[in-house]
């Protein structure tokens, strides 16, 4: 049955992508990058779909949920000329064609061990499948607020109950799917990034990298897959990829897309909500140093549609998050969160050596560092920071708290990271690289 | 002087780009033989997952858990309101995901049980018992319970573990 969701989300995805190039979405980006988006923007679509549905009284059903997509679909069809992808046309060296067997047999093993059992994973079950299925069976989103007292963002649950909705009943293990296109987007997004600025050979070489990271497997297909860190973890990427785009361009059409992507993150998880209103902070702060005070303008799309989440929480009634139920700061933790939090950086089975090489890599830039880069870099710390304040407050037992939860706040960063690391270790591999396949050129002339 | 600094600072920085190069070298090694034993898992591991039924997987899943959920659900009207009298959280939250659209409440020993029944109206009082580690946080072996139930269900792999349903 996982055929279903799998077509049905990918034509949709599709849909967004031709949109994306019929209004020319992301000036300046490729092909590979718009279509490596569409799938967060497609996320961010049926949500809102859903969530004003609700709003307006309008009841879910297959057919009402899918008619605007037909309606687009086929608006789309007649209105649009042929479109054309452009991709680039790569000459496939052995090194090159090694990688890529590499990548797929990881894509295709995630992809099958994605589908292959019902959700198993505690905060899924608990949380964000129980929440869809409600959804589903309520066809309502006020409901839930009463019964489970969470005032979580219900972005994820929207997303599967949307596809419940298609598929006509309540089934855990086929929707499991669309946590593993996470993935594989995440891979592209990485991918056309990188494509633009290293070879080919390079570029593969960390989209296998990333790909392989035992906890990014986990979450896009085993066990752990159906909880929504991996999905944060792709929308902060898509965000810090055109953060980093906007302030090397200072494009105003990019402004818009980063504002939206930051505000379908706050939709993701409570998490995304802290990213995305830093992601405000460090904004305003390069708008105002750039005397662009025309382009404030933009932090309308991301107050609007947030504030209204909260407001509708307020009318939902739920209690305030758990978090900020607790008796204040305990400085005395910090010490013991340090070391724990430090420890999951050389923890080798989850992450290979990515921590290591992503700080090792920001040491030997140094003064180097790109603007754009010191941007994002300072976004990572502070969200890690805000990790830390989290588990400073939280009411609940830190330490066990820490243990349960480290290595799934640090997936929302790897991606990012590691696009980071490419981007600065690039310049250090491309001379090497460049005198390697000089040699293969003139071996094979 | 200035001359040394600048030049112990560039032999740093080439040490820490040397270590840099190993770390790569060894992070491909990892993920190639990771890549290599993932792909090995289909055979030793997955195989088996293949064949089994939907229901085999959630019972191979969640164990007893799953055989509570089965019974409760064919035995209470799908919009009955439930008192669960649970050994643990995880029997609590996993009840909550597949019994809905019951409406459950959660008690942790048989004095809250007995407050919760005084207050509201429930059609039935669920009562989970189970020696297995990591589902009995409340010691549920130790609750007594004088009421005869009106279903019993003790086939589970747990051999302490019974599951009693008291239709209200």
Known sequence: MFIIPL???????????????????????????KFGTSYLLLFGVISFQLFLYSLIGLSWGTVSLLTPWLIFGFSLLVTSKRVQVQLYKERVSRISFVLLVLILVTVLFVGFESVLRPVSSWDSWSNWMLKAKMFFIDGAILPMFSYTRSDYPIGISLFVAFFYFVLGRVDDTSVLILFFFFYVFSGLVIYSFLRKLLPFELTLCFTFLFLSL??????????????????????????????????????????????????????????????????QILLFYFL?????????????????????????????????????????????????????????????????????SF??????????????????????????????????????????????????????????????????????????????????????? | MNNKYTKSKSRLKQLFTGLFLVLIVVWLFLAFTRTLYNFSKLYTEEASWVVLSDTDKRVRIFGDLYRVVSYVSAHTHPHANLLFLSPGGKTYYLSRYYLYPRNITYVRNPTEMRVALAKGTYN??????????????????????????DVTFNNFDNKDAVLKIYNR
Request: glycine letters at 6%; one cysteine or more; hydrophobic letters at 50%.
């Open chain 1, 7 to 33: 077509s049905v989300s990918l034509s949709l995805t599709c849909l967004i992508f031709v949109f994306m190039k019929r209004i020319s979405v992301l000036p300046g980006q490729t092909d590979l990058f």
């Open chain 1, 214 to 279: 035992q906890n990014v497997i986990r979450h896009g297909g085993r066990y752990e897959t159906g909880m929504a860190d991996l999905a944060l973890g792709y929308g902060i990427l898509c965000v810090v990829s055109l953060f980093y785009h906007y302030i090397n361009t200072k494009d105003r059409a990019l402004l818009i897309y980063l504002e939206i992507f930051t505000v379908i993150c706050g939709f993701i998880k409570y998490e995304g909500i802290v990213f995305s209103l830093l992601v």
């Open chain 1, 288 to 356: 105002f140093r750039e005397r662009k005070f025309k382009e404030l303008f933009v932090f309308v799309v991301w107050v609007i549609p947030t504030a209204g989440w909260y407001m509708y929480k307020m009318y939902g009634g739920v209690q305030q998050h758990y978090i900020f139920s607790g008796t204040g700061i305990q400085f005395s933790r910090i010490p013991v969160i340090i070391s724990r939090m430090s420890r999951e950086f050389v923890n080798f089975k989850n992450w290979n050596v990515l921590w290591p």
């Open chain 1, 359 to 445: 700080f090792l890599v920001v040491f030997l830039s140094g003064r180097k560092i790109p603007r754009a880069v010191s941007y994002i870099l300072l976004l990572l710390f502070l969200q890690i920071l805000s990790y830390c304040i989290v588990f400073v407050v939280t009411p609940v037992d830190f330490e066990a708290q820490i243990f349960v939860t480290i290595d799934r706040l640090y997936l929302h960063l790897a991606p990012s990271a590691l696009l980071i690391m490419a981007v600065l270790v690039g310049p250090m591999f491309l001379k090497s690289y460049h005198a390697y396949f000089r040699d293969e050129i003139s071996k094979n002339h």
């Open chain 2, 124 to 149: 039935y009082l669920v009562v989970f018992q189970t020696s297995e580690r990591g589902l009995n946080e409340y010691d549920s072996l130790s609750w007594k319970i004088d009421w005869v139930p």
